[in-house]
């Protein structure tokens, strides 16, 4: 198993960040630590000095972040991820997130720091990491102009079924995050989904199968479980299918 995206170097681990990894290292192969700010993407590079050939990073900037970053500190971003660019398996997080952003220069902004990570992704051929949120068809539209990327996620998609196929069918990756445990829409969407395009993730410190804790990696166990309990197939098949997804998607 893999857990494609969770923030280990968030401060929710301050206290106990390496008994976290240490449990990771029981269940799982190795984990992708998503960068969302300029000390996050900084952090996530020490986790993978820490613990090579276990913790893989992407670096990235989050759209909420985005919507209200100066343009100084974009700036540092994107000549701090270009110095560390083969340190990287992914650009990312990036995106747009229509649901915490609700103001039109927000937007806009959102917009603009997505585009240059999708020209980046194209021009250095890195995978991008996509977090969209009541904005996919629109994020799916922008990253579909280009074709050189190697390959997009959609991280934790909420979306709806049709854009779910549109993705699918572009060869683009659906990443099932544990929403999967506790709702019934992520449920819904994944029954007619190809296994072939879904990868796992907890997006942890969030989103935990258990109301009110805190995430973390060891969990995507559940994930895998609820996808196998939903596609009707055996624990190990869906473990061995998403890894697998996961190494051609990451190169790791
Ligand atoms: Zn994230």
């Known amino acids: ?60 900037f989050h759209p909420v972040n985005a919507a209200k970053a100066e343009a100084v500190v974009l700036k540092d971003v994107k000549k701090e991820i270009l110095s560390n660019l083969d340190k990287a398996v992914a650009l990312g997080e990036t995106g747009l997130d229509f649901y915490h952003t609700t103001d039109l220069e927000g937007k806009r902004k959102q917009e603009k720091v997505f585009n240059s990570f999708i020209d980046l992704a194209s021009e250095y051929e890195m995978p991008l990491l996509v977090h969209a949120r009541d904005s996919e068809r629109k994020a799916f539209e922008m990253v579909k102009k280009y074709s050189d990327i190697p390959n997009v996620v959609f991280h934790c998609y909420s979306g709806d079924d049709a854009t779910a196929k549109d993705i699918i069918d572009e060869g683009y990756f659906i990443s099932v995050s544990s929403m999967i445990c506790f709702s019934n829409h992520h449920q819904n969407l994944i029954k007619d989904l190809p296994l072939s395009y879904m990868i796992t993730e907890t997006d942890s410190p969030y989103l935990s199968p258990f109301k009110g804790k805190r995430n973390e990696p060891s969990n995507v166990k559940y994930v895998v479980n609820k996808i196998a309990e939903i596609k009707d197939q055996s624990f190990d098949k869906i473990d061995k299918l998403t890894e697998k997804n996961a190494k051609k998607v990451f190169r790791v």
């Open 1 to 60: 198993m893999i857990d494609t995206h969770c923030h280990v170097d968030f401060k929710d681990y301050n206290k106990n960040r390496e008994e976290v990894i240490e449990r990771a290292k029981k269940d799982l192969t190795c984990i992708i630590n998503s960068g969302a700010t300029l000390g996050g993407n900084r952090r996530t590079l020490q986790l993978i000095k820490d613990h090579q050939k276990f913790i893989y990073g992407t670096f990235g």
